[in-house]
T-cell receptor
Framework: DTGVSQDPRHKITKRGQNVTFRCDPI?????LYWYRQTLGQGPEFLTY????????KSRLLSDRFSAERPKGSFSTLEIQRTEQGDSAMYLC???????????????????FGQGTRLTVV | GQQLNQSPQSMFIQEGEDVSMNCTSS?????WLWYKQDPGEGPVLLIA?????ELTSNGRLTAQFGITRKDSFLNISASIPSDVGIYFC????????????FGKGTKLSVKP
């Protein structure tokens, strides 16, 4: 397996345009996450899917952002009417959902892709 | 929202030195993860910790899940030039079933 793959690696767009990013997770992983990272900061959670279901969304995910994972495999993140403040690295990660004995979560390591660098001009 | 305090923010290393960094939270965490990120790349997982008190090594890296479940540290022994980069702690707590909370990172640079 080649790990988490994101496309494109870089995107420059004009303010007001729509952009869409794609993420292909590690094949056996049922969870897929989207994060955003700005310069000098750690990644910030946007949303995550377990299989096809979008289970959690951050307050950072404004109504201009939409994420889908229609078949429980790859996912897309669309940003409509981009603004300069949307410029950031968009990271995708995948993992298995927690499992283990009793209440101990195990195997929840999230593996990240290389990210898509968005620049809105 | 929940935040992680990671320190130091930056440090300079000389080849061969040992390095230590840590992360604290105000909430009890179920999982602690340590990542390294190079410029323009995604974070790469170094070590994952799941139990309070757990001490795990990965080569020259050692990390521990604090007994209180509110902290973790990462040590790098005998640093080499390729250790340069940004190290992030991340964790999962009861209120965040699906997402990781990240610290702001510790930037490791080589001493001039």
């Amino acid at each position: 397996d080649t790990g988490v793959s994101q496309d494109p690696r870089h995107k420059i767009t004009k303010r007001g345009q729509n952009v869409t990013f794609r993420c292909d997770p590690i094949s056996e992983h049922n969870r897929l996450y989207w994060y955003r990272q700005t310069l000098g900061q750690g990644p910030e959670f946007l949303t995550y899917f377990q299989n096809e279901a979008q289970l959690e969304k951050s307050r950072l995910l404004s109504d201009r952002f939409s994420a889908e994972r229609p078949k429980g495999s790859f996912s897309t993140l669309e940003i409509q009417r981009t603004e300069q403040g949307d410029s950031a690295m968009y990271l995708c990660a995948s993992s298995l959902s927690p499992r283990g004995q009793g209440s101990q979560p195990m195997n929840t390591e999230a593996f990240f892709g290389q990210g898509t660098r968005l620049t809105v001009v | 929202g929940q935040q992680l305090n990671q320190s130091p923010q930056s440090m300079f290393i000389q080849e061969g030195e040992d390095v230590s960094m840590n992360c604290t939270s105000s909430s009890i965490f179920n999982t602690w993860l340590w990542y390294k990120q190079d410029p323009g790349e995604g974070p790469v997982l170094l070590i994952a910790l799941y139990k309070a008190g757990e001490l795990t090594s990965n080569g020259r890296l050692t990390a521990q899940f604090g007994i209180t479940r509110k902290d973790s540290f990462l040590n790098i022994s005998a640093s080499i030039p390729s250790d340069v980069g940004i190290y992030f702690c991340a964790g999962n707590y009861g209120g965040s079933q699906g997402n990781l909370i990240f610290g702001k990172g510790t930037k490791l640079s080589v001493k001039p």
